[in-house]
């Protein structure tokens, strides 16, 4: 018979206290110490750099104080509007703005200006290499870029075993190294990949092991069980 996973409690929500900087030190500080309303920030890197997790410390935080939080993603709805006493506006994965959006985004800029409301926004690409509108791209520019970087192996290992622990999971070195040299190392798929581990061990009622990490994948389908060889890596 099967076994039902047990649910272990919430994920933990994205603060400033459990952000990993690595070497982006600098946005965090800024965004710690930030006193609002200032210039616009922008963070941009690749997948797994932090750019979310940064964007919802700081609307939480806000939150925290009893200020108003006004959160768009490119995919979202249209029209955008700022509600009544908004204190913070973000704007995530500009990237991927569309030419509708991109219009609501500059009538954003305006109106924060204007009201007194905090801008942060994130992207994958640098303003000036964004597909967006020049005067958007301007605006997105003008206050305070910072760039991401995705945490370094030493880093990366540090966070998926004080998040094995978290779930009362062994995670052995062959795993770990079996994580990080088969998959993709965007810390984001590896989170998720531990998550779908963990429920499926509690399933199989097994110990986490690279065997079982192997069969999981081939359950889920091909799709799943293709491993992308991290960059730089061989395939063995």
Not at 17 to 44: K, S
Not at 54 to 81: E, K, M, Y
Not at 168 to 183: C, K, N
Request: aromatic share 6%; net charge negative; glycine share 6%.
């Amino acid at each position: 018979m099967k076994q039902i996973p047990l649910a272990i409690g919430p994920e933990p929500l994205p603060t400033f206290d459990n952000f990993v900087p690595g070497a982006n030190a600098a946005a965090l500080q800024h965004l710690r110490t930030l006193v609002l309303p200032a210039a616009p920030v922008y963070l941009w890197g690749p997948p797994g750099s932090g750019k979310t997790h940064l964007l919802h410390a700081s609307a939480a935080r806000c939150r925290a104080a009893g200020q108003v939080v006004a959160w768009f993603d490119a995919v979202d709805r249209l029209p955008w509007t700022l509600p009544p006493a908004a204190a913070l506006a973000v704007i995530d994965r500009c990237e991927a703005l569309d030419a509708d959006a991109q219009h609501a985004a500059f009538a954003l800029f305006v109106d924060s200006a204007s009201d007194g409301v905090q801008l942060l926004a994130a992207g994958r690409l640098p303003p000036v290499d964004l597909p967006l509108r020049d005067d958007l791209r301007t605006r997105l520019a003008w206050g305070h870029v910072f760039a991401l970087e995705p945490l370094a192996e030493a880093e990366t290992r540090a966070v998926l075993r004080r998040e094995a622990d978290r779930r009362g999971i062994f995670l052995s070195d062959e795993v770990m190294d079996h994580l990080l040299t088969r998959f993709e190392r965007d810390l984001s798929h590896l989170m998720r990949l531990l998550d779908r581990l963990d429920q499926f061990a509690l399933a199989k009622a097994r110990a986490v092991t690279v065997p079982l990490l192997r069969q999981m994948m081939l359950e889920e389908g091909p799709e799943a069980a293709h491993e992308p060889v991290a960059p730089g890596v061989p395939a063995q």
